[in-house]
């Protein structure tokens, strides 16, 4: 991997910073909360906390010497997938279970966290910081699911500990952008941790196309179902449109027609569908269909990758649109930022690409056309972790208002698959020249 050796000082200061994360999007639960599982898609609150902790375990197992678990009962309750491990644990069945109980959970959690910070405050080799540095991530990835779950859970009842304004849009005036083709290498090309499936950096080649400078809007998207979008086989692929049949879809997760109004009900409340916000909680087959009907099309990830962290004036690639500098509010609307909600489309000035491309980390995942697979050259760094997925899944990039900013990268490729839409989920089209 490329992970430079940390000083024990920071990845002590990462852990606890992530642990006091995932503790304040939990803070203000009530305890009848933690355990409630609304759909088969998503899990309860007290799971995540323990299944966080529990892949913690797995590394104290794989670098201590006779490391003995916590517990067999909730190994077995809190293993997700990995058959290395045992037999996991059925997910749609993660609610139904009482025992172990919340106070257990968070026990559980307060131990293994002790466990850990004992171990990192030493120094380690670098496999050993690597695999903890990897645990940390995995945290991140978790704190944005259970940020998806407390919105089909709770809405607008969840309580954040910390809620800012969104900023004000500074350009709303969409436009086309013109990106040359040729080699490009896509991939992670820095030297700080990233997942095994960034790597290699290759060289693929692309064709001359135009990107939109901005995400595809609320108001583009009604447009889409005034126009007998979700009405008209014509604009779907044929697993999409079936499943807009069985499920009688109309409109983005979460939207209700009320009278002649479009309504939404998530962390902001129940109100009017915002023309000017990304339009949100859509599939891979929403976000194809609107394409096609707009005569456009979903980037690659690697079209994608390009507009966002190519400079063609300086021939140089950096980690984020805006540069290698990390992320901050002035950049991006992340998990940090606190607004719990999407800012509006042409936001953020400071964090636009060299291209001109506005959002491209925050506030929406953005669906590309890419099948999720390794790169040519692919490693795996961790089994069952990310390549055991490697099938029927679409690539996502950018990250979201859910995000945590430690976990994200211009290179950073998320994977859903293409029927799912609980996810903090948007697009931008393109165009062929």
């Given amino acids: 991997m490329t992970l430079e050796e940390p000083s024990p000082n920071f990845l002590l200061d990462s852990f606890n910073e992530t642990r006091n994360t995932t503790l304040q999007l939990v803070k203000n639960l009530e305890r009848d909360d933690f355990g409630v599982q609304t759909a088969v898609f998503m899990s309860p609150p007290k799971w995540h906390i323990g299944h966080v902790s529990w892949l913690n375990e797995i590394v104290l197992s794989k670098t201590q010497d006779n490391y003995q678990f916590f517990s067999d009962e909730l190994s077995e309750y809190l293993n997700s997938y990995y058959n290395q491990f045992g037999k996991p644990h059925d997910k749609s069945k993660r609610g139904v279970m009482s025992r172990p109980t919340v106070d257990e959970i968070l026990e559980y959690f307060d131990v293994i966290t002790n466990r850990v910070r004992e171990v990192i405050s030493r120094p380690l080799e670098k496999e050993t910081a ?75 080649y692309l064709n001359d196309y135009q990107i939109d400078n901005l995400l595809t809007s ?53 109100r009017k569908i915002n023309p000017d916000e990304p339009v949100c909680h859509v599939s891979y087959y929403e976000a194809a269909a609107y394409c096609k009907w707009a005569n456009k099309r979903l980037p690659t990830e690697a079209e994608w990758e ?25 950049h991006a609307n992340l998990l940090e930022s606190s607004i719990w909600n999407c800012s509006d489309v042409g936001a953020y000035e400071d964090g636009k690409s060299s ?73 931008r089209c393109v165009k062929d020249i």
Avoid at 219 to 228: R, S, T, V, W
Avoid at 247 to 261: I, R
């Fill in 130 to 204: 690597y695999l903890f540095t990897m645990a940390i991530h995995h945290e991140c990835q978790h704190q944005e699911l259970l940020v998806y779950d407390l919105q089909h859970l709770l809405g607008d009842q969840y309580k954040p500990t910390k809620v800012n304004q969104s900023p004000v849009s500074s350009n709303k005036e969409k436009k086309s952008i013109k990106i040359n083709g040729g080699l490009y290498n896509l991939g992670y090309s820095g030297k700080d941790y990233c997942y095994d499936i960034e790597l290699p950096e290759h060289k693929t």
């Fill in 306 to 330: 390009k507009a966002a962290l190519w400079n063609d004036e300086k021939e140089v690639k950096t980690i984020f649109p805006w540069g290698n500098e990390k992320p901050t509010e002035l």
């Fill in 218 to 270: 609320n108001a583009e998207y009604l447009e889409f179902i005034q126009d007998g979008g979700y009405d008209d086989y014509s604009f779907w692929l044929s697993d999409g449109w079936d499943i807009v049949k069985k499920n009688e879809w109309k409109a983005p997760m979460y939207w209700e027609k009320e009278g002649d109004d479009w309504i939404t009900r998530d962390f902001a409340g129940k």
């Fill in 355 to 427: 291209y001109g491309c506005y959002q491209m980390i925050g506030d929406v995942w953005e669906w590309t056309s890419s099948e999720f697979m390794g790169y040519p050259g692919f490693k795996s760094g961790f089994d069952e972790y990310n390549d055991k997925w490697f099938t029927n899944q679409k690539v996502l990039r950018g990250g979201s208002f859910g995000t945590p900013s430690r976990s994200i990268r211009g290179s950073y490729r998320n994977f859903f698959r293409l029927d799912e839409r609980w996810l903090i989920s948007g697009f």
